[in-house]
């Protein structure tokens, strides 16, 4: 529990200074419409800028929002400590980040926690990049190397340790893991020189690849099965004086993964072109496609049970977490069931 409340503080620093600002959401009418107008003003805050969250962006080039009356605000927090932060001192209404947040806040005794209503995507979206290409592939070969990972706490570095495990190598002392780099650096640090491997999300992977710099070797997202990597949460509060705007934030981003679900790399990749202004078609419909291939996404946004499990076990198995914390506090199926219909 000492471990929980440490990366609790963590998340926290720099809260309290802005706690004074006031609440991003309106007060909702009896149609579920903000009170001030027809749209509903919804600020969401994502922890990357990844085709890692196609769905999301579909939602938004399709026009999914607006049908829904949701006049929705995009800031990318750049890690989830910073996006559970502009949740928590409501600069955002919304947060999308890995979920194992909700569990840290919630043990460290918030008040109005944070409760996941929508798993966006089953698999983790990073992959190991190695400076030379690698033949036919094995974990081993990470014995003795340099690999640059994510931050503590993390469900990208512990996913990767997770995967680590389960081919017998010790993480603290088989493999030389460098956590001390920025998210969204790594790539960079890699070109640069540093490292004999890299844990990389996508465009990054694929831009290594293009450069000579980097070559893709494995996929965390295949390698350690079936994972609650990230979810879309808001705090309580929220939740409970905004249920009709949930719901509808939930339905369109069910219909952008029905989209996915139905529509080809190719097409997915055209309709969130906009998104990423820098990434050639080309190179977006590889990306896509790596993702499609190996099941990232969900066919709905219910947060099974199950699956809050399976990330408890893997908080528990890198001592950041104690004892498990009750599913119905941190889970709301309720908009996600809905929004399947």
Known sequence: MKKIKKLFALLLAGVLPVLVFAGCGNAEDKNGKASSGEMTKVVLNEVAHSVFYAPMYVAIEEGYFAEEGIDLELVTGFGADKTMTAVLTDEADIGFMGCESSVYTYAGGTEDYVVNFAQLTQRAGNFLVSREPVDDFTWDMLKDKDVLG?????????????????????????????????????????????GDYTVEF?????????????????????????????????????????PKTVQAFTNALQKGMDYVDSHTPEEIAKVIAPQFAETDLDTLTKIVERYHTQGTWKENLVFEEESFDLLQNILMEFDVQEAKVPYEELVNTEFAIEAAK
């Open 150 to 194: 994510g931050r503590a706490g993390g469900m990208p570095e512990m996913v990767f340790e997770y995967i680590l495990l389960k081919n017998n190598i010790d993480p603290a002392t088989d493999v030389r893991i460098d956590q001390s780099i920025d998210f969204g650096s790594t790539a960079a640090a890699f070109s640069g020189g540093q």
């Open 202 to 242: 996508e465009p990054h992977a694929t831009m290594l690849e293009q450069k000579g710099d980097g070559y893709v070797v494995a996929s965390l997202g295949e390698d350690s099965g079936y994972v609650p990597y990230t979810s879309f949460s808001a705090k309580k509060s929220y939740i409970e004086n905004h």
